[in-house]
């Protein structure tokens, strides 16, 4: 009795079960038809891929580009859902809403897809991320508050939370099924339909659950409970935690600021990575908390009311080392990512100074995914602009004769840069025709245009930090310029304590160590004679083509050679030398 209870009650029975589970989706592809659209598509052409029945679109597309499409129709997905949002909650007409979709997803279509000569200047990371952060932000454009932008900000990530944990149920629990089945009862299950089960709950199945559970409601803010677990929330994650770290991380960061402005110093390399993360971390802290400063405690209340004070001098240390970059290689895509989120931040910072904007999180989330967005296509892009500064870099390298080492390296670098982007044709001279045909990877041309202006292509790059080793192999004649002492399998170590012993032809001992980048040699008892090896000569040995196949030292008026058959040097923190193999020449009358 009570079982036939459970399957009639209108509200528990099965019956109503799936009559809810229709009507969400019903709801999910009326409040989002373009949306489902494209994930249906998305989906369909990953199945048919996963069949490997490519004739079906063979006659629109290349075989070859179909990752390329489900990659598009995803984004194209990605795009539409925002602008169904906005359009919703300004209450347009439907018709409206689905031209908005439509329109926005075939415009990331167009940016993403391969096919399009702009196309080769997207930033695919940055556009998507920009896109996905557009979803809760978009709701907001010109209306509603920071509160309720915080709590639906926070139902969407709930309801993709329901649509993860919808993947792992139904795609899991459907493979189990499948793998009893084959395992229990030996049915034939083939590998490719985990694939169908998959492909098609996480393109389309798994995503159309999460648009069903998106909040409708654009105006409500937090109530009594919200604030009530916000409340405990701020306590642990704010106060104790987030608030702190992020002021000690603020101390460190004048603090070396202070150091660059009395040492005249040049910022680290990395410095621009963090102030990327302390700024990163100081808008999310403000995004959460800043909507319940009712309920937060006095570190809270600090933070949110003098953030702005705490960003100055790192994004003046971002701009300085930026600046010093810039100068020295040019613009890159992180580069130029970096520099405009210092323009992004210090806008929010000035904007705290108009009483309207201040403390407005929509204005905090919206400006960055904005500026993401537009940095990641276009010739305004990040890849284009970086295109333009390598582009006027490589010319003015190639330009000067000759063409020293370290030049070419940065030049050959620059290429490389370039034939990913395929942007060769920027700096390909006049007399060398590019065949838009030839290979994808561009790796004929890239040697066509290397060669071209004298360059050896098959210099390795080697990065400025990294470790210098060298390896003399190859067979030459080198002049012995009046040594007539010869000491072969020399093997001098700076790690070592104890010093590399050879003997004179008439028995003399002959002692030799490494320190400090200086060759001392002892001939019996007499004082060691300490050779200095600059660092100019350890770094010529940076590139092994270009390498000297000699050292000449002197010292004391004395002089000697050294014929190195392997070397290694650190450049960082410092370079020298701790390592040296080779032939060892001498004069006899310098060592009476």
Partial sequence: MASHSSDTHPATGWKAALRETLSAARDAIQRFPVTTLFLFLCAFVANLEILDNRSLLGWIISPARQDDL??????????????????QAHRFQSGVGILLGLVAG????????????????????????????????????????????WLFGARLVFAGMLGLLALGLFGGGISAIL??????????????LYQHVWASI??????????????????????????????????????????????????????????IVITWSLPDGQVGWLVLTYGFCIFAVLILTRPFMDTARAPTRFFVRFWPLLMPVPLVLLFYALAVRLNAYGVTVDRFLLGLFGVISAVLVLAQLLPRLRGDTRLVAALPVAALLLASFGPQGAISRSIDSQTERFLAIVDQKPVSPEAERDALSILRFLNGKGALDRVAPDTLEIDPDGDLNGGDRYRDVAEAWGLDPDMKYVRPEA??????????????EGFD????????????????????????????????????????????????????????????????????????????????SYLFAEVKPAVELQAIDGILLLRSADWP
């Fill in 70 to 87: 489900i990659l598009s129709l995803a984004v194209a997905a990605l795009a539409s859902f925002p602008a169904t949002l906005f359009a």
């Fill in 106 to 149: 075939l415009l990331a279509f167009a940016i993403i897809w391969p096919g399009f000569a702009f196309a080769s200047g997207t930033t695919e990371w940055a556009f998507v991320l920009a896109l996905a952060g557009f979803v809760p932000v978009a709701p907001f454009i010109g209306r509603g508050s920071s509160a309720s932008f």
């Fill in 179 to 192: 793998a009893s089945l084959s395992h229990l009862f030996g049915l034939p299950v083939s590998h490719d």
């Fill in 202 to 259: 996480g393109l389309f199945i798994a995503p159309l659950f999460a648009m069903g559970q998106t909040p409708q409601d654009f105006e409500t803010a937090p109530g009594d409970m919200e604030a009530g677990l916000m409340k405990r929330g701020m306590r642990a994650l704010g106060d104790f935690a987030a608030v702190p770290i992020l002021i000690v991380y603020a101390i460190i960061l004048h603090l070396y600021a202070a150091k």
């Fill in 467 to 480: 470790p210098i080793t060298f390896f003399g192999t190859e067979a030459a004649a080198r002049p012995i």
């Fill in 485 to 564: 002492l010869l000491f072969v399998g020399v093997r001098p170590r700076s790690a070592s304590e104890q010093p590399f012993s050879m003997k004179f032809p008439e028995g003399r001992e002959v002692r030799i160590s490494l320190s400090n980048n200086e060759l001392s040699i002892a001939v019996g008892k007499a004082q060691a004679v300490r050779f200095k090896v600059s660092e100019e000569t350890i770094l010529s040995f940076r590139v092994q083509k270009t390498a000297p196949t000699t050292i000449s030292l002197e010292a004391e008026g004395r002089r000697v050679m050294i014929v190195p």
